[in-house]
């Protein structure tokens, strides 16, 4: 897991949150509660496609735009189990939280890829990929 990502608030603006996935070269961000509990998680496509494409101000907070509920793991989640959140969920990120709750950090699909066997990572990444029944339907890729 990449430790201590960088979450941000569910009243911050779209634009600096695009900032900060820039700054940190990611593409997800935790949207975190005062405590630091993941409510939500933002994209950079989440700011995209829900955002900017559907004519919202780069001031619209990312709770507009953010996905929720939010799938977490824990630090005690083992690779397997890591790999089967993401395959069950279709996500390639999920945040990791520790015993209070409290986003401690990431897990991504380039984090599986450099730790996990081949087959594994192959695997997941099909799986994640698979095109969804509302993409089929309207035909998106």
Known sequence: MTANPACCAS???MKDAAKLMADKD??????VD?????IGVVTDRDICCRGLAEGK???????E??????VTVTP???LEDCCKTLEENQIRRVPVVDENGSCCGMV???DI???APENETARVVRDVSRPTAEASRVGCC
């Open 26 to 31: 990611c593409g997800e961000l935790p949207v």
């Open 108 to 110: 991504s699909q380039a």
């Open 11 to 13: 009243e911050t603006p």
């Open 34 to 38: 005062e405590q630091g509990r993941p």
């Open 76 to 78: 005690g989640t083992s």
């Open 113 to 115: 890829a450099q730790h």
């Open 57 to 63: 101000s780069p001031e619209t907070p990312v709770r």
């Open 65 to 70: 735009v953010m996905s929720s509920p939010v």
